[in-house]
């Protein structure tokens, strides 16, 4: 055994932090995706809201559109920042 | 196995160019996060200008054809910027209600036998004071104020 660090991966790990890479991306779009299904139901929420004249439920659902599109950004940034920081 | 020679002409492969990644589509789910925020943001900008436009005052007018309408027939005239329903319920006695029902925004007619008020889209039904029956709707038909002025009848408010 060498006494510095390896400077050459082995194919194999290599391999593997592919696959976990993938496996990540795969969890991330499966998690955006549920969470646009959740807004389009607020949106839903909110159309019947104003045709009904319920005013006071747009804010509300207004807000947790807001939160579930800051949650897809930030899952997106955290894979990207994650492969940056790998590469 | 060389290329054709046509492939020169065409260097671009159909396929790859028409590959999306993963990266990339992940991208546009984000962007059809957005606009679904930004639509329910318009909705809370078209709800605000509902409730400046009802906290204007209703200057109050007369009802055309009111005087002349049958018992048990009823009209449409507009009031304080929507659509309002007047019912002759008998000869001496009228109301008048906002067409949209409560629930969707359909427009109620009048049932003269049943002396109701029928929203035919999800089988609303209110009564002569514009409160709800039966259905989905769930608040009571905004009433419009009446006054006999002489030979013409005003609509003088708008209860919201």
Redesign the interface.
Known sequence: MGNGPSTVRSARRQQAERSND?TL??A??VC??L??LI??L??MV???G??????AI??P??AG??L??LA??WL?RY?AVRRAGRS | MTAPAWKEDFPVSWVDDHYVT??E???S??L???A??A???A??G??AL??ARAAVPVEPRAIPGAMGLEVGKSLVFEFGGQPCLLVRVDAERFAAFGQ?C????CPVVYQAPKKELYCPCHEGYFDMEGKVLAGPP??PLPRVTLERKGEELWATALQR
Do not use: W, Y
């Open positions: 993938m991306i795969h991330v779009m955006i995706i969470l646009i807004q389009f607020l949106l909110a159309v019947e104003l045709q009904g004249g319920r005013n747009l804010l659902a207004a559109s807001g579930c599109f897809s950004c997106i894979v | 993963r990266r589509f992940t991208k789910l984000c059809v996060s957005c679904a925020f639509a329910n943001g909705l809370v078209l709800g509902d409730r949209k409560t629930h969707l925004g769930p608040r």
